[in-house]
């Protein structure tokens, strides 16, 4: 039997939002050629998180005490969300450095 609730549905959100910000930290490495080891760092930091609320997520749902608390989802949901609209801008970022460099 599962379990589900409001807080699991912003724990899929925190999810998605991480794979999305995986992709585009991924693709700011791709676009700028390489990084420092502080970005894979960072990279490596959005898995973990990623991983941790995959397993969270499946051990509430498959209880029926639940374990996740859903203020604390809410709040690592809108930390998410800010942490991927930064990753979107600085991608943007180093687009827009790219495309005014001239190419030799």
């Known amino acids: 039997m599962l379990y589900w609730g409001l807080d699991d549905d912003l724990v899929v959100s925190i999810l998605l ?4 910000a995986l992709y585009v930290a991924f693709d700011i490495t791709r676009v700028s050629k390489g990084a420092p080891r ?13 991983l941790y609320r995959g397993v969270q997520l499946y051990f509430d749902v498959q209880s ?11 709040i690592s ?21 790219l495309s005014s460099v001239p190419s030799s």
């Open 77 to 97: 949901s809108l930390a998410s969300v800010l942490l991927l609209v930064g990753l979107v801008m600085l991608n943007r970022n180093f687009r827009s450095h």
């Open 17 to 20: 939002m991480n794979l999305v």
């Open 38 to 50: 502080g970005w894979y760092v960072i990279i490596g930091a959005f898995a973990l998180y990623l």
């Open 64 to 74: 029926p005490v639940n374990s996740i608390d859903t203020w604390e989802a809410f």
